[in-house]
């Protein structure tokens, strides 16, 4: 079935309803900013968002560093900018993008649930591990790993902002085991000025062990710290990822190459 991802190009406008910048992105973020401070070799002072979104975790964190988020959808970049109009943001492809500069620290938050085999997971992976200084820290966050995956799990969410109402059906099924995917389908049911619209989405995510996330980072000269996360019932487990070894990476096509999920579940408080 068809990726057709309108979460992140017609229906963005959906966004800012899931997840409350000033309290779920900005306990996440506490953490984000306590795991860079204790695992990068030098003061943090500049970090890369890859996968920013609408810049919900750009906003938490532009308040302790300069701040530049990349993301692959232009819809999603507008809401970005709009919220954070001080920062800078790219259009790019998380699996090949080249800035010809490097930071201290590089959050990869939810986005990489987005890369759907080896190959892709691994480019994303380099590309960040590039764009880091040496010493320099990625944190990142496994959402959905085989261990933790629910065949048919389905879950709903309302939100509710003024006189707009959206209720949040999502499945995840994963058709075939074998392979490093699974399929998350999405019904909203949007109700605004008393009239009910029914749209649907659908995304195809990676799905890896927690060992192959493990064995891939260290594979790519990254030294992994683990630690637990809890957000309301939901428990995940932090990577700070530490470049300890200089390996310069290709930046070529092909070197650098190339969920619900957490956002989901950060829609629960809704007003
Ligand atoms: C669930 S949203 C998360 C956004 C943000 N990290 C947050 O937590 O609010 C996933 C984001 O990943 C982006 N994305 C998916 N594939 C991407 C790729 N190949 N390169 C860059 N961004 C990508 C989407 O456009 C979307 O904005």
Not at 36 to 59: R, W
Not at 74 to 81: G, K, S, V
Not at 235 to 264: E, I, M, N, Q
Request: hydrophobic share 40%.
């Amino acid at each position: 079935m068809k990726d057709t991802r309108r979460l992140y190009t017609d229906l963005a406008w959906l966004w800012p309803l899931w997840g409350e910048v000033d309290v779920d992105y900005a306990h996440y973020c506490d953490r984000v900013r306590a795991l860079m401070d204790q695992h990068a070799s030098a003061p943090v002072k500049t970090v890369l968002d890859i996968g920013c979104g609408g810049g919900k975790n750009v906003h938490n964190l532009e308040r302790a560093y300069k701040v530049t988020g990349l993301d692959i959808s232009a819809a999603m970049l507008a809401q970005a900018r709009t919220l954070n109009p001080e920062c800078e943001f790219i259009e790019a492809d998380m699996r090949d993008f080249s800035l010809n500069r490097n930071f201290d620290a590089v959050l990869m938050d939810d986005a990489i649930s987005y890369m759907s085999s080896l190959a892709d997971f691994e480019a994303a992976f380099r590309c960040a591990y590039a764009h880091l200084k040496p010493g320099g820290v990625l944190i990142t966050t496994p959402d959905v790993t085989i261990e933790s995956f629910e065949q048919n799990r389905t879950q709903t969410t309302t939100a509710r902002r003024d006189d707009l109402e959206v209720v949040f059906i999502e499945n995840i099924f994963d058709p075939d085991p074998g392979d490093e995917s699974f399929e998350t389908t999405v019904v909203y049911l949007i109700r605004q000025h008393g009239q009910l619209s029914i749209e649907t989405d659908h995304w195809t995510m990676g799905l890896f062990s927690m060992d192959t996330w493990r064995s891939v980072l260290t594979r790519i000269g990254f030294t992994v710290f683990e630690t637990p996360y809890a957000l309301g019932e939901d428990a995940y487990t932090v990577l700070a990822c530490v470049k300890t070894r200089f390996r310069p990476v290709s930046l070529h096509r092909g070197g650098c190459r190339r969920a619900v999920s957490r956002f989901v579940r950060r829609t629960m408080d809704s007003r």
